[in-house]
């Protein structure tokens, strides 16, 4: 043969060596490296989240409160794009040519296979008019969603919003994903999880043209999406509805309760907004317009504004006093006005005398024994022992502590105890004549309306509340929520709230009551008027009131703020709010046009 | 009648064996890469399977005839073939059908012939029968001359055609001509050349800092290189007849970093040089150029190491590696083999070359030696260029995968190529020289 046989060997050798290579590599590749299987499930694994529709919420009345909309998502494709008419793509969607430019690469850039969201909430009139013409702009199509709704544009604050999650939540709580809508306030967010459903999730394989091609392990991995529950609020939306109305030009607030559930009928924070103006896309624009408004319409006044009670404070003085024995039903104080101004009226002669006219030095005094038992020798000493038995027993009410509610956000209020003091002025530097002023309801006291509408339904009950609340019945669901059914006592004996119950009606019925303004025809309303002074301008005008006196059916706690005292525009608003609800009819219309026409946004403040 | 039984007593059983296993496992590759529940029926002429069928069979009978045919037709035939396939090659430019780009195609009603795949067995009968010419010796400049010649006029009519893939391959011959007396320098050149390359494209694009000074990649690695000559010269000082040798190269090496801009950006069309930047990592446009390679990749890393199994493949089965019927099939058998799988194939293909050379080395006859040389060369080059390409180890240049790929013309041109060599072989003990 030839000398050149021995190059077999090399040749064989190069062979071997590129094989060899190759499965070096491959090896890498196929068992080493995860990357890749990754990379294969991401090309062919579609999550496709099945979006439940969020439940319908009425009224107790079974009026319809929240629902939802179909809206029209126009989402893209970039791969798909073809060539296309875009002058007639942007005239019917009406965009123009760079925002389609910007928003075809926004979406380019996140992924040229997946869809993404070219254009939100397509309103169904838009729909409606492309829907035809979709198939000349091939890679985009349409996807429906829901937006909420509110046919009766009522009860903005306690239905609440829903708005996208935010990163802070979907790090807090597994099942929500970014994208996914959450309610953000009132009882979209107190009820969230009943209202959500539950979402579904299919997997499916798609092909390199995003076309499906199966579900993925047979469907094994699939979950069928479950709708939100259907809820009944426990408001009355027309008596919603006509607060509003009377508050309207007024900011303030109107609360009111069924006494013997606890039931919130409504609850009216003025000035208020439409609840369609924060959904959808149309929150972007709406919601820092809302949040400039000096008046502070996305402010729930009801719930977080916090007043100092003023006279009214003085029904939970004589129930306490009452019950500690350091008065009696009969107990008369002088009005000695030396001690604290007062308006002039006869000497209340007892309890209910007292309530009726009002009268602070009457409080001075009933305070003065509550706070200076001469339990020990020193006053500074007497007045701590005093006040802290005190702060408790008007915590009792639900005061000046978290009041159990379903309403997410109520504030506290503050009713001032040893500790407050102390800091204040330091210990032992404060006696009762310091803290006077707490006895008729001012000073550093501070409450929420919907404490003082609860105020009224304690009264109202004599001596207990169930914890206001917005639901009424989940569909469904035979209970609501035990706390919502259970009794919260407040400690006072029942017969103390006779007096109490006497001195509120005459506040309302008897010649010299403060509140003649309540009065209605045919019912025995209870009331009691405050003024909440306000160190920023002309005092609040402030009255709760609960009707009828037997077995009564509503109670209501009503702020106008800047409006001076309390029976000139709290207690008629209160009033015709009772009538309405009681007998669906006003029989007073010129009380009703004074309220509608008077426009309390401008007063001058008082300086 | 005597003679022809013992032919096909002396048939290399293993080799044909080695050849029907590889075709079906291409056949079965292809029904998995295209298949869908729609169409399992597997006589579909609809389908590439049912069509791939159709070219196995034909195939197979073509092989037949092959084995029936005296060794003495090819030697003597040898350039009458080359002469009419140079003929075809020229008939293309002239009346030939261009598909992707590439106009190389000869149409007949539905179906397709490239010319170009016929092109390798032709030339390698040419180049055996120049070769084997007695007396012969590659250092002679006309031999030289003459066999480059050989190889370059295919080469020169396929660049025309503008199938670069295929023009790619016939330096596989350069294989053939080093084991017939080819200097290993011109092996060793063309690799040092490879390398050279590739080190200035990866250095070009990069700035170093020495002594807060910037310098460029491409200026360095020409420092190097005259570093590295001085060098030699100092170790050589000695023997200053190297020093000639030395400063050749280094002037060689110099012009290659010069001209490596000037090749990339003018000599080599745009998509190419992405595809090149694309597997340097110089680029990473995995949307774009590097699209098949990174969905290629993404296939076969997936597989595993035992594979998901026949039929579920899913990056295969819903086309996201393009072309996974013909240059990327070998995806398809990452995908649901795993590495058992690729492995089994890699060694069954090394398999098959050795025993090539096995078969060659045996021959009496330089013209059967060289012929067998030049099959598994011309298989070689494929198998590299083709599985290289889908596991990111060479640039994307679209040539089959020899019996496997899907494609009617490359499996008749391999079995042919193939099957000469098994008829030549058969016969070797009656053959002298």
Redesign the interface.
Known sequence: MNN??H??Y???A???I??L???I???N???V?N???L???N??LRVITEYPARGLVYDRNGELLVFNEAAYDLMLIPGQLKEMDTTLFCNLFDITKEDFLAKYNKAKSYS?YKPSVFEKELSAATYGNVQDQMYKFPGFFVQTRTLRKYPKNNAAHVLGYIGEVNNSIIEKNSYYKSGDYIGKSGLELAYEELLRGKRGVRKI?????NRE?GSYNNGLEDTLSVAGQTIYSSLDVDLQAYGELLMQNKTGSVVAIEPKTGEILCLVSSPGYDPNLLVGRSIKTNYPILTKDSLKPLFNRATMAQYPPGSIFKTIQALIAMQEGVITEQTGFPCIKSLVGCHNHPTALNVAASIKMSCNPYYHQVFKRLIQQNKVKSIFKDSEIGLAKWATNVKKFGFGGTLETDIPGVKNGLVPGVDFYNRWYGEGRWAFSTIFSLSIGQGELGVIPIQMANLAAIIANKGYYYPPHILKKIEGVDTIPNLFTTKQYVGIDSVYFNPIIQGMLAVVDEPGGTARRAKINGISVCGKTGTAQNPHGEDHSVFIAFAPMENPKIAIAVYVENSGFGGTWAAPIASLMMEQYLTDSISDKLKEKRILEANLLNVIPKK | MRNRTNVFTNLDWVTILTYLVLVIIGWLSIYAAVYNEEHSKIFDLSQRYGNQLLWIGLSLLLALIILMIEGSFFTSFAYPIYGLIILMLIGVLLFGTEIKGAKSWFRIGSFAIQPAEFGKFATALALAKFLSVLGINMKDLKTKVTAIAIVILPIILILLQNDTGSMLVYFSFVLVLYREGLSGNVLLAGIYTAFLFITSLLMRIQTFTFFNKEIGGELLLIYILVALGAAAMYVTKKMKRLWIIIIAVLICSVGIVFSVDYVFNNVLEPHQSKRINVMLGVESDPQGAGYNVNQSLIAIGSGGFSGKGFLNGTQTKFNFVPEQSTDFIFCTIGEEWGFLGTFVLVSLYLFLFLRLIFLAERQRSTFSRIYGYCVASILFFHFLINIGMTIGLAPVIGIPLPFISYGGSSLWAFTILLFIFIRLDAERIYVLR
Request: charged share 25%; aromatic share 10%; glycine share 2%.
């Open positions: 050149l046989s190059r077999k090399i040749v064989g190069i062979f071997s590129i094989c290579i190759f499965i590599r491959l090896f590749v196929q068992v490296n990357k890749y299987k990379d294969s499930d090309n062919v040229r394989l798609v092909d390199v043209h091609k």
